[in-house]
């Protein structure tokens, strides 16, 4: 399981919100991408399916803190942005126009 100390980073000083969101935002982008390029590989081993989980694990908290700092609806609004935005660029990296995750969640 991953701590809220380890989803935030060991070096992150608390800021203003806007900055702590941003910060939560981005951290959120580059697990959802790690574990959207591990599930993308064509090796789906234990340990590769624990990588991901892992990152899964710390979106969820970046996802449970940003929602407390700016109540869940922003919160929601802004992840769903965040992952679209995550999975244009993967999808223009992989020469595709197909939809990825998180475009399922942008209803």
């Known amino acids: 399981m991953v701590s809220d100390r380890q989803a935030r980073g060991s070096h992150e000083e608390p800021g203003p919100p806007s900055e702590q969101a941003a ?6 982008a580059a697990e959802y991408e790690a574990a959207r ?3 993308a590989q064509a090796s789906c081993d234990y340990s590769r399916r624990a990588l991901v989980e892992a990152h899964l694990q710390v979106v969820t908290a970046c996802q449970a803190e940003l929602s407390q700092l700016l ?3 922003q919160a929601l609004t ?3 942005l965040c992952l679209a935005q995550v999975d244009q660029h993967l999808a223009a990296e992989e020469g595709e126009a197909a939809a990825g995750p998180g475009d399922r969640l942008a209803t």
């Open 23 to 28: 910060r939560l935002l981005q951290r959120l």
């Open 37 to 39: 390029r591990g599930l």
């Open 71 to 73: 109540g869940e609806e």
């Open 78 to 80: 802004l992840i769903r």
